[in-house]
């Protein structure tokens, strides 16, 4: 291996000359700035030294693998090299593409319904999404901007309206949003409209939250950007060519940055420059970055001529030709193998004119729809052409350069941002009047000439938002220049001659000359609108739209604040949970509008007694909380509290009314105990019901036995929850008979709960605290799908049951689901929907409003039967009787007991049977416990009876075995 270096005097010079070689190289690059130093070589000198390896092997007649190592050697060094010094561009940041609404208590919807009006007058686009992107709301602006109706848009995703690779990106960050909760921030992204069009779209948006502050959807502000950014892009583009040009870059680059930026624009076109030899007529040195280059080769030195393709006829016409449909132009008879091929339907070309009307080339767009250009695609085209026209010409000659100077100076005046330029100096070289005009304000106007030579640091951006001064080195302005890397800020502001500051959003640009720093570029533009809708959009989520107070959500974190300050520092707090004493009374006789505008007035009247430290919160109805800090005794809270209620007490001028109301006040004061938000927040309700129970128009404390009431209560609710996601509630069914003849007419589902350690329960054991704790809804629908899934069995079994009765309550009527969840078991369960019979009692029958009297109607219409249960212990009317679809009215057991004895209860019973009669409902007993009540009731014409006379209610294998079963052998 040693004579590999020490033979052969023809090697030697080879070294050398490597060597040389690199020793030069290194030299070129530390004179032009295109490298570090020696670094870069070393790769080179490696491969060169290997390859001087193999040669000297050869030389000396060296065995093959000698000669073949080294060389191998040489090209994997060369090759790495390649691939590291490879450009890698990074991958473009992940986006959130991205508004049913957010339902509200029923006891304040009027509030919701007016404060939707003035979201469906705005002119801004407002959205509600829920965390997967569906949307459940859009006002008619949203609808205007994607062109699609409200009905149509609540029937999509978001997805539905972006590019695939934006749609998959969504569903990856909803998921984050809503599991990780970071802080809302202002995206854009890309909507196909209705019509076909992508639009560009500037999202602000905040989450939705529900009363336990769990993120339960979005809600957005969104403007179209298209515009803007087409003409964003358009200004960055041109500038980033009138930048090549002022540094004297190569006319091959700086049309290729023409095309790129109008590609970025065009995204689904193929564009192209090609220059015009006027002397030999001939097209040539075309420019594309995506048509293929057999395409170019081909069309390389074409003649220019009438009917030569797009832009051999605008070359020769000197006028804009647009082939809408190249398989059927006539242009393009002799080219269409060369188009068609690629998927290419549609070109339009644009001559490239001199300021003498000469034709120097042409930009031409290809695309794959076959279809005319609108104004916005004609505009960039012109705008294009222009652009290249004044580069080609600033190479030509130098008064070509001096008009196309000019005609960069009218771009820059024409646009509505501002722009500056700063050289290294920090100073301002050169303004356009829209950065005159913004940083003017509005009674002192600012020329560009007393902005050029300025520092704009110290002009107009030396402070933040607050009056800070901010430091020249933290000027990211400034950095632009001097670090050479380009700035990109939309939290800053700029401070205007009279001394008023605006927010901005503006990118700092480096712009360079012959390889060097120059200076930078600056566009910046208001952002006081977007600012004011990020406000606003905020205030709406955390506080209530009626009062303008905080709502539950923004209350929670200041008492979680003011528990953890507690804990940590000893500072007592009280909190006191008020309600309107009667207040439904006020909604009942004279309405809701009345009932808001007192709501408001409570509000103010509580608000004009507190400290600026304390906080007053609406919960929702009439449910008002007040954190009062900084207590030093109990009696503190109580003065508050008495005070509060003296002046509630105070009469209510609600025009045109006198309105005189009261509150009660239950009061906890801040402990050291174990607990969380929630159960401070259930203290005080505690608390609360205690003051309501000693007679309204009082306060009371929350006390150590309360305290032992609502473990009690908590614990049930713990427990029941749990049974409820084991499905450890049962049902026990009591069959109904017909009077006439003892036949089996249906059966009603009793709900019974399996408790851990207190055994079978019945509702009575619960219900209270589940309607309290807002569980009813959910064991009301776990009734009607075990009722459903037991009929599905026995109609399985071939067993008649008839139909089966189920209890409604109201926390089921009144939610906007209600239809679909009952809808959805039906569909579950296979269940035929003539098979269940719901139930209302007379009390929620008469409080039905227009909504849920409507939602009756469209069970009632899929076959659903309605009955009224205790009928006769109310107050129903015949007008809700006759209006609603109900089939069959259930006498109370309370009636039901007295008979024949009591004349009272015969009476009512008599004549609530006649009422039935007269109206075609049928009849049923509940309770019916003896025969001779049996005999009362069939005597005065009473159709069906359930009761201890007939049966008791039992499991369902039990009602299998003894009645369906024996019913079905006859």
């Known amino acids: 291996m040693d004579s590999l270096f020490t033979s052969g005097r023809i090697i030697d010079p080879i070294l050398i000359m490597v060597l040389a070689e690199a020793v030069l190289l290194w030299f070129l690059r530390r004179a032009t700035g295109r490298g570090p130093g020696l670094k870069p070589l070393l790769p080179l000198l490696a491969s060169g030294f290997l390859l001087l390896l193999a040669v000297r092997a050869a030389l000396v007649g060296a065995s093959w693998p000698l000669i073949a190592l080294p060389l191998a050697a040489a090209l994997v060094t060369h090759l790495a090299d390649l691939l590291l010094r490879w450009p890698r561009e990074p991958p473009p940041p992940a986006v959130m593409s991205g508004s049913a609404s957010h339902t509200l208590p029923a006891s304040h919807r009027d509030s919701d319904q007016r404060f939707r009006t003035l979201v469906e007058v705005n002119r801004v686009a407002i959205m509600e999404l829920d965390t997967r992107g569906r949307f459940r709301y859009a006002n008619p602006a949203a609808c205007r901007m994607l062109g699609y109706s409200h009905e149509r848009l609540t029937q999509m995703e978001v997805a539905d309206l972006l590019p695939a690779e934006e749609a998959e990106r969504l569903h990856r960050d909803l998921a984050h949003f809503v599991a990780e909760q970071p802080e809302p921030f202002t995206y854009t992204n890309h909507n196909r409209t209705g019509d076909g069009r992508w639009i560009e779209v500037q999202v602000d948006w905040n989450y939705l939250r529900d009363d336990k502050g769990a993120v339960i959807g979005f809600v957005s502000i969104s403007y179209d950007i298209t515009a803007f950014r087409l003409s964003q892009r358009l200004l960055d583009g041109r500038n980033a060519v009138l930048e090549r040009l002022a540094r004297g870059a190569p006319l091959e680059e700086m049309l290729r940055a023409i095309v790129d930026y109008s590609q970025d624009i065009m995204r689904d076109a193929w564009i192209s420059i090609h220059l015009l030899d006027a002397e030999r007529g001939q097209l040539h040195s075309a420019i594309s970055s995506r048509l293929p280059p057999s395409y170019l080769q081909a069309v390389e030195g074409v003649r220019i001529g009438p009917n030569v393709g797009s832009c051999g006829h605008a070359a020769y016409t000197g006028e804009r030709t647009i082939a809408s449909d190249l398989r059927s132009d006539p242009k393009w008879e002799g080219y269409r193998d060369l188009v068609l091929p690629l998927g290419l339907l549609a070109c339009w070309s644009e001559p490239i004119r001199g300021r003498d009307g000469q034709v120097l080339g042409t930009f031409a767009i290809y695309l794959r729809d076959a279809r005319a250009p609108e104004q916005a695609d004609l505009r960039l085209i012109a705008s294009a052409a222009e652009l290249a026209s004044i580069v080609i010409e600033h190479q030509q000659d130098a008064t070509a350069r001096r008009a196309a100077e000019e005609r960069a100076q009218l771009l820059l005046n024409s646009t509505v941002e501002g722009i500056f330029g700063i050289d290294l100096d920090g100073r301002i070289s050169f303004a356009n009047p829209s950065a005159a005009r913004l940083l003017g304000g509005s009674g002192d106007a600012l020329t560009t000439d007393e902005l050029i030579g300025q520092d704009p640091h110290r002009l107009f951006h030396y402070a933040t938002a607050d009056g800070t001064p901010l430091p020249r080195s933290e000027c990211r302005i400034l950095r632009a220049a001097r670090a050479a890397h380009q700035q990109h800020v939309s939290d800053e502001v700029f401070w205007r001659r009279d001394g008023s500051a605006f927010p901005v959003e503006y990118w700092a640009t480096p712009t360079y000359r012959a390889g060097q720093i120059a200076g930078a570029v600056v566009t910046f533009h208001d952002i006081s609108e977007r600012r004011r809708a990020e406000r606003e959009i905020k205030h709406l989520a955390f506080h209530d739209s009626l009062t303008g107070l905080p709502n539950r959500a923004l209350f929670r974190e200041t008492l979680s604040h003011a528990h953890a300050t507690f804990l940590r520092q000893g500072r007592p707090f009280a909190l006191h949970m008020l309600d309107l004493d009667h207040f439904k009374d006020v909604n009942d006789t004279l309405g809701h509008p009345v009932g808001d505008r007192l709501l408001c007035a409570v509000g103010k009247r509580i608000t004009q007694l507190l400290r600026a430290s304390d906080t007053l919160a609406r919960l929702g109805g009439d449910e008002f909380a007040l954190l009062q800090e900084n207590i030093q005794t109990r009696d503190d809270a109580s003065r508050l509290a008495l005070k509060i209620i003296d002046a509630l007490n105070q009469e209510f001028q609600i025009e045109p009314h006198r309105l005189r109301i009261n509150t009660s006040i239950g009061i906890l004061i801040a402990s050291r105990d174990e607990c969380d938000v929630d159960e401070i927040i259930g203290r005080a309700d505690a608390a609360l019901y205690r003051a309501k129970a000693a007679g309204r128009g009082t306060l009371a404390f929350f006390e150590s036995e309360l305290a032992k009431h609502l473990q009690q209560e908590m614990d049930i609710v ?30 009603e ?99 039905a409003d227009a909504q849920a009297q409507q939602k009756l109607r469209e069970l009632a219409a899929l076959g659903v039967r309605f009955a009224v249960d205790d009928f006769g212990t109310g107050f129903s009317s015949l007008r809700h009787l006759s209006d609603l679809p109900v089939a069959k009215l259930k006498l109370d057991r309370s009636l039901v007991t007295s008979l024949p004895e009591r004349r009272d209860a015969a009476e009512i019973v008599k004549a609530s049977i006649a009422l039935g009669k007269a109206l075609h409902f049928t009849i049923l007993a509940e309770g019916v416990e003896t025969q001779a009540q049996a005999d009362f009731l069939r005597a005065h014409g009473c159709d069906q009876a359930q009761g201890f006379l007939y049966a008791v209610p039992a499991p369902a294998n039990t009602i299998e075995n003894d009645w369906l079963r024996r019913q079905a052998h006859g």
């Not at 749990?722 to 003849?741: E, G, S, V």
């Open 749 to 847: 589902a009793l709900m019974r709960w399996e408790h851990p350690s207190r055994g079978l329960l019945k509702p009575e054991a619960f219900f209270a605290v589940a309607d309290k704790r807002g569980l009813l809804r959910d064991l009301a629908n776990a009734g009607i799908l075990a009722a459903c899934e037991q009929a599905r069995a026995w109609r399985d079994a071939g067993l008649d049951f008839s139909q089966i009765a189920v209890n409604l309550c109201a926390s089921q009527l009144g939610h906007p689901d209600f239809v679909a969840d009952t809808t959805g078991i039906f569909e579950s369960t296979g269940v035929a929907p003539e098979c269940l019979t719901l139930e209302l009692t007379e009390s929620l029958l008469t409080q």
């Open 718 to 747: 713990s427990a029941l929850s749990l049974a409820l996601q084991q499905r450890r509630i049962h049902f026990h069914y009591q069959p109904q008979f017909n009077l006439a003849d003892t036949a089996l007419v249906g059966l």
